[in-house]
């Protein structure tokens, strides 16, 4: 079935450090990728989105190049902020899955000062 | 614009009591999800509506969990009976309307906690 699949955390960085999170998808359509973000207590905000291949996302200094040929969506960052620590989710959406998000495990970053 | 709004925060209950969530879209919205986020895991969709239908509860576990939004606005999620698996966030989205264009909004959840 369709399925997301994200590097386990947490991913530890000192402050200015660069940003990798991986994110592979298996799909049986052509979906579109995104990354949501969740700060402690509070709900997931969507970061970024691409919705077709070679498609560049960004946001906030965060970015993901949606790559067909290996079927991934990796969130980078040049220089990350004790303010970006949060938990990073992948995810994809199919019009044959009625448009719902299919969500990768998470990834945890903590971004040390 | 005001967010999507969720009650109660959070819920502790005894497991085979029944418990309830509401949810409330931003306004205009058409479509409104709920999803189960169980801890250490992304979130989950258990059903989706467009207006008051219900355009897929295939992960609903139907047998426990019922959900409503008769007026095409606010919706309610139940559990009955609760099961200690529930433990979990319960989050809604919500959407102007269905595609893959339309960003969900989410709200800040409901965490049950069953004993």
């Known amino acids: 079935g369709d399925s997301v699949t994200q590097m386990e955390g947490p991913v530890t960085l000192s402050e200015e450090a660069f940003l990798t999170i991986n994110c592979t998808y298996t799909?049986?359509?052509?979906?579109?990728l995104f990354w949501y973000v969740q700060y402690p207590g509070e709900g997931l905000q969507l970061l970024l989105k691409a919705t077709k291949a070679d498609d560049k996302g960004s946001n906030k200094g965060f970015e993901a190049t949606y790559r067909k040929e290996t079927t991934s969506f990796h969130l980078e960052k040049g220089s990350v902020q004790v303010s970006d620590s949060a938990v990073y989710f992948c995810a994809l959406s199919l019009m044959d899955s009625s448009y719902k998000l299919i969500f990768g495990s998470g990834t945890r970053l903590l971004v040390r000062p | 614009e005001a967010g999507v709004a969720q009650s109660p925060r959070y819920k502790i209950i005894e497991k085979r009591q029944s418990v309830a969530f509401w949810c409330n879209p931003i306004s205009g919205h058409a479509t409104l999800y709920w999803y189960q986020q169980i801890l250490g895991q992304g979130p989950k969709l258990l059903i989706q509506f467009q207006n008051n239908g219900v355009v897929d509860d295939s992960q609903l576990p139907k047998d426990r969990f019922s959900a409503e939004r008769l007026k095409g606005v606010d919706s309610t999620l139940k559990i009955q009976p609760a099961k200690l698996e529930d433990s979990a966030v319960y989050l809604c989205?919500?959407?102007?309307?269905?595609?893959?264009?339309?960003?969900?909004?989410f709200g800040d959840g409901t965490r049950l906690s069953i004993l």
């Open positions: 799909a049986t359509g052509y979906p579109s």
């Open positions: 989205a919500s959407s102007e309307s269905r595609g893959i264009a339309q960003p969900q909004h």
